[in-house]
């Protein structure tokens, strides 16, 4: 199955828990309406031994039916729900994995 992964990084660490309750309340229902999306989970960074300082402060992993379907739309959709989020994120990268059946 599709996996899609976004790294949020923001402007202001001391911001998460506003933009946990923004995202949650804003791009997870819009997220999760779309047919293709099957599930949609967020997650706080953590610092660990090792880890780098270029972390993301969250992941968020969506699980997806249909790529080409989710593809189709996604440019759009992201743009539409993450806009809001600008103010709080300084840069979002996205990274799309499928299973290696290994």
Wanted: net charge negative.
């Amino acid at each position: 199955m599709p996996r899609v992964f976004f790294a949020y990084f923001l402007r202001d660490p001391g911001a998460a828990h506003e933009f946990g309750e923004r995202i949650e309340a804003d791009v997870k229902p819009a997220a999760l309406g779309e047919e293709s999306v099957l599930s949609w989970n967020l997650h706080r960074s953590v610092d660990w031994p090792g880890s780098s300082e270029n972390r993301p402060d969250f992941v968020c992993v969506v699980d997806v039916t249909d790529l080409r379907a989710w593809s189709d739309g996604a440019s759009d959709s992201i743009a539409g729900t993450h806009g809001g989020l600008a103010d709080l994120v300084k840069r979002i990268a996205m990274t799309v994995t499928v299973e290696t059946g290994g």
